[in-house]
């Protein structure tokens, strides 16, 4: 069953596009993942669908409400985990948690039950009277988890809940996720992070420059990244390897540069290798480390742009 459905949606800030006639639907009980680099159009994305940008053109509906007409019934079902932690440090994870109950409408017993649960989730039981102005970075963005979901949505939203935190935290909050789907919540995860959408999502959406480029399960768009190896080269970073030629060596399908390493895309890695390293040594670039990996999201993302995720 469709729980989200969003149509034709575009949004402009002056004159620049930056969501671009976006139109997929998210099924109950997902866990949806929206993939795209820096600047690619996903916050803005989610800031319509949560009803805190309003669309130039185009129709969201949630639940089957519209969040046009329909806008109180719509945004009830769901619930938001910003980028930005909104919580007030001078109070405890209680107290910053009874003020998102109470905008949500929840008091009494059930708003004790809901912050009981909440913490209990997001594992800050223990911590709960605490100011969590002394907090550290990954447990606000586990508090900031649990004050999306103190209403119990049908729909999170989470918008790259792992940027910065340390690794205990990263996979305290990808557990999280899990259990809210296994509990039946439905998410929506953005994140530039290819392994995390690998790891977490039933189907994944590809953004860049404000426009959908795929949507399918995983299978799907591993499928679609097609038989082809993902060569990574890292050098060291004295010299500017010769991209055009790098592009021009039989058997590159796509070749990007990063900081201090190159991404190509070929159908055969053994055949390029010996290619490749003569090219490089004769630019006088000094190769420091090769990685050869089957395609992933990645991968799909450098067949269809010709750039790497994260440059
Ligand atoms: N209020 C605004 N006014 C003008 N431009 C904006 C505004 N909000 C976003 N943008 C621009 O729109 C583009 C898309 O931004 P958005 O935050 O949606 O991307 P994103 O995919 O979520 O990236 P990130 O991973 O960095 O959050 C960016 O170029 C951004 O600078």
């Avoid at 989610?46 to 130039?56: E, I, N, R």
């Avoid at 519209?66 to 019934?73: H, I, M, P």
């Avoid at 729909?155 to 259990?179: A, K, W």
């Avoid at 490089?280 to 750039?307: A, D, H, M």
């Amino acid at each position: 069953m469709t729980l989200l459905q969003i149509t034709n949606l575009s949004k402009s800030f002056k004159s620049r596009t930056v969501v671009d006639n976006v139109s997929f639907s998210i099924n109950d009980g997902e866990i949806f993942g929206l993939l795209g680099p820096n600047g690619a159009g996903k916050s803005t994305t989610l800031s319509m669908v949560c009803g805190l940008l309003k669309a130039d053109s185009g129709n969201i509906s949630i639940g089957g409400y519209d969040l046009k007409t329909d806008s109180f019934k719509a945004k009830e079902l769901i619930g938001i985990v910003p980028q930005e932690t909104a919580l007030y440090p001078e109070l405890s994870a209680v107290a910053n948690l009874k003020f998102w109950g109470s905008i949500n409408g929840i008091e009494g017993r059930s708003l004790d039950y809901a912050i009981n649960n909440a913490l209990t989730l997001v594992d800050l039981k223990d911590r709960a009277l605490d100011r969590i102005g002394k907090y550290s970075g990954g447990m606000k963005r586990r508090l900031n988890i649990a004050a999306g979901l103190i209403h119990n949505p049908k729909l999170l939203i989470m918008d790259e809940p792992t940027v910065g935190v340390d690794p205990q935290s990263r996979n305290h909050i990808l557990d999280t996720i899990r259990t809210l789907k296994d509990q039946g919540t439905t998410i929506i995860y953005t994140s530039h992070y290819v392994e995390e959408v690998e790891q977490l999502c039933d189907r994944v959406a590809i953004m860049d420059h404000g426009k959908l480029l795929t949507i399918g399960t995983l299978a799907e768009l591993q499928h679609e990244a097609g038989e082809l190896h993902e060569v990574t080269v890292a050098f060291s970073s004295l010299e500017t390897p010769p991209m055009k030629q790098i592009q021009g060596l039989t058997g590159v399908k796509q070749a990007a540069l990063l900081e201090n390493s190159i991404k190509i895309l070929t159908p055969n890695a053994e055949q390029l290798l010996p290619l490749l390293f003569e090219m490089l040594v004769s630019n006088r670039i000094s190769i420091t480390e090769i990685k050869i990996k089957k395609p992933n999201l990645e991968s799909l993302f450098l067949k269809l742009t010709g750039r790497a995720l994260r440059d």
